[in-house]
T-cell receptor, first 115, second 111 residues
């Protein structure tokens, strides 16, 4: 059973470009979460999605960031007009449900570097 | 979600049990205790979770005190590969399932 997959693993973008990060949840999981880890800092929640719906986006920056989880295909975290401060590791996690003692399983992350 | 308090760092000899404490004195009755770890630069890894009873799986054991104000994660035979930051998180699974990571405990397993 494949785990959570993220691609690309490393992404380099120049300031002003767009970054698209993809996350394929574990098989059978319909809940996806995105977290960000800035250099030398802790993990911060960004957004929680269930198929085609954003459930909680309280951790998303108000501008330039968006996320989606379409009916078919992976979840996408999109960062428009990237700036150096967006350089970080972005982790995706998935869970089978949103209730009960559901555990989240994390992918290996995408390391974004903005030059 | 209740706040947790963990020691900043701990050492453990390889092959010995590692006991990682966590205080969550303001935990409410329906909040679960979760443990995750992050090995350097990798994605966090789920370890174990529990509500009231002690739990054990192939990775670790979780001991929750009767009043639920604290818990201990036990790695029975620590190896060098267990060196990581360990996070204790308490939360109520519900409409929002975000995990709030604190600073965790850096466990260094020594040869």
């Amino acid at each position: 059973n494949a785990g959570v997959m993220q691609n690309p693993r490393h992404l380099v973008r120049r300031r002003g470009q767009e970054a698209r990060l993809r996350c394929s949840p574990m098989k059978g999981h319909s809940h996806v979460y995105w977290y960000r880890q800035l250099p030398e800092e802790g993990l911060k929640f960004m957004v929680y999605l269930q198929k085609e719906n954003i459930i909680d986006e309280s951790g998303m920056p108000k501008e330039r960031f968006s996320a989606e989880f379409p009916k078919e295909g992976p979840s996408i975290l999109r960062i428009q007009q990237v700036v150096r401060g967006d350089s970080a590791a972005y982790f995706c996690a998935s869970s089978v449900s949103g209730t009960g003692g559901n555990e989240q399983y994390f992918g290996p992350g995408t390391r974004l570097t903005v030059t | 979600d209740a706040k947790t308090t963990q020691p900043t760092s701990m050492d453990c000899a390889e092959g010995r049990a590692a006991n990682l404490p966590c205080n969550h004195s303001t935990i409410s009755g329906n909040e679960y205790v979760y443990w995750y770890r992050q090995i350097h630069s990798q994605g966090p890894q789920y370890i174990i979770h529990g509500l009231k009873n002690n739990e054990t799986n192939e990775m670790a054991s979780l001991i929750i005190t009767e009043d639920r104000k604290s818990s201990t994660l036990i790695l029975p035979h620590a190896t060098l590969r267990d060196t990581a930051v360990y996070y204790c998180i308490v939360r109520v699974p519900g409409a929002t399932n975000k995990l709030i990571f604190g600073t965790g405990t850096l466990l260094a397993v020594q040869p």
